[in-house]
């Protein structure tokens, strides 16, 4: 079984807090990445539905150091590995051991660039919590209760596919996932490109966007 060593405590009750809001808007799978003292943990925001599908793929990011060597990329349900976390909590540990893999998540055959990242410039947290807000409100005004998920998925591609007000060619369902996932605070949003993705990165993580056949610098 692979197993990962956390510095501290902290950094435990952080990897829960993250985990734990990435259930509450995806829950199913994430994927972890250990390697050269790093573990990069991935979650789905939106991803497309099928081939078919032309909205972006958004995903979130967080690294945490390690303090012994480990190796592995794996694909675990998000449950599962709270619970391992709770459990190591409550025993005052800091090694952690993943729960068995999953192979029915297709976003995680999507692998963002490690490196070639390009700084595009930053926008301001408050204008990405913003489109944020304006998203959330507009999806709960347009889906009343009881209609098929079709629909849903239809207004749900509709408002977060359309851009952040001053970032004209990044989706909104971006700024959903930095402010759902707690990674907006007082510091600027930086943007980043790196051949089809981009990138959102503040001091609490990182938002990860794949669109077909875009370019900022275009």
């Known amino acids: 079984m692979s197993t990962f060593t956390l510095a501290d405590a902290p950094s435990l009750d952080d990897l829960q807090v993250y985990l734990s809001r990435a259930a509450r808007v995806e829950e199913g799978s994430v994927r972890l990445i250990a390697g050269s003292g790093v573990l990069a943990v991935y979650c789905s925001v939106f991803a497309p539905a099928g081939l078919l599908d032309e909205s972006a793929t958004v995903l979130g990011l967080r690294t945490l150091?390690?303090?012994?060597?480990?190796?592995f990329d794996a694909v675990v349900p998000?449950?599962?590995?709270?619970?391992?976390?709770?459990?190591?909590?409550?025993?005052?540990?800091?090694?952690?051991?993943?729960?068995?893999?999953?192979?029915?998540?297709?976003?995680?055959?999507i692998s963002p660039p490690r490196g070639g990242w390009q700084q595009?410039?930053?926008?301001?947290?408050?204008?990405?919590?913003?489109?944020?807000?304006?998203?959330?409100?507009d999806v709960?005004?347009?889906v009343p209760d009881g209609v098929g998920e079709q629909i849903v998925r239809r207004v749900r591609g509709e408002v977060w596919?359309?851009?952040?007000?001053?970032?004209?060619?990044?989706?909104?369902?971006?700024?959903?996932?930095?402010f759902a996932?707690?990674?907006?605070?007082d510091?600027?949003?930086?943007?980043?490109?790196?051949g089809p993705w981009t990138r959102l990165s503040t001091l609490r993580g990182h938002v990860l966007v794949k669109r077909r056949a875009w370019n900022?610098?275009?």
Not at 65 to 71: H, I, R
């Open 65 to 71: 150091a390690l303090t012994e060597a480990a190796n």
């Open 78 to 109: 998000v449950r599962s590995l709270l619970q391992r976390l709770e459990r190591a909590q409550a025993e005052g540990a800091t090694k952690v051991g993943l729960p068995m893999e999953v192979n029915t998540a297709t976003w995680a055959a």
């Open 120 to 137: 595009l410039g930053e926008i301001p947290a408050a204008a990405v919590e913003q489109s944020a807000r304006d998203g959330i409100r």
């Open 140 to 142: 709960a005004a347009a």
């Open 161 to 178: 596919g359309r851009p952040i007000p001053g970032a004209e060619h990044i989706p909104s369902g971006a700024a959903f996932a930095a």
């Open 181 to 185: 996932l707690g990674f907006l605070g």
């Open 187 to 194: 510091d600027a949003v930086r943007l980043y490109e790196s």
């Open 216 to 218: 900022l610098l275009r």
